[in-house]
Nanobody
Framework: QVRLVESGGGLVQDGGSLRLTCRIS?????????MGWFRQAPGKEREFVAA????????STVDSVEGRFTISRDNAKNMVYLQMNSLKPEDTAVYYC???????????????????WGQGTQVTVSS
C-alpha cells in the first residue's frame, strides 16, 4: 500500500508562484518508481501535468506548463515536488500526486497507469 499526501496549494495572483509537495508513505511496498502530477478543473477531465522517473533523471511536462513548472524529487525524504512559476488563471485546478509503481523510467501521461493517488490540493490563480 502506498499513501500519498499533497500540500502547498492555495490562492495566488496571476504571475505568482507555488510549490506543491507530495509525501510518499509505504506500508507494504518499498521502492522507488515513476511519479506524476495531474490536475482537474471543474467540469473538465483529469489532465497530465508532469512526471518524473524513479531516480529523478528523466522528466516530462505538458506543453501548456513547459518552462513554468518543474517536477523534482528527493528519494531520501520520500518527497516529490512541483514548482509552479508564472501561474495563470487557467492553471486553477485541484492538483493530484500519483504513483506508477510498475514503472521506473516510463513517464506515462495516462492516469490509468497510475495506481495510487493523493487526495488533491486546490490551486487557485486570481486574475
Amino acid at each position: 500500500q502506498v499513501r500519498l499526501v499533497e500540500s502547498g496549494g492555495g490562492l495566488v495572483q496571476d504571475g505568482g508562484s507555488l510549490r506543491l509537495t507530495c509525501r510518499i508513505s509505504e506500508s507494504t511496498f518499498t521502492g522507488t518508481y515513476a511519479m506524476g502530477w495531474f490536475r482537474q478543473a471543474p467540469g473538465k477531465e483529469r489532465e497530465f501535468v508532469a512526471a518524473i522517473s524513479w531516480n529523478g533523471l528523466l522528466t516530462s511536462t505538458v506543453d501548456s506548463v513547459e518552462g513554468r513548472f518543474t517536477i523534482s524529487r528527493d528519494n531520501a525524504k520520500n518527497m516529490v515536488y512541483l514548482q509552479m512559476n508564472s501561474l495563470k488563471p487557467e492553471d486553477t485546478a485541484v492538483y493530484y500526486c500519483a504513483a506508477n509503481i510498475l514503472a521506473y523510467e516510463h513517464l506515462s501521461q495516462n492516469p490509468i497507469e497510475y495506481s495510487y493517488w493523493g487526495q488533491g490540493t486546490q490551486v487557485t490563480v486570481s486574475s
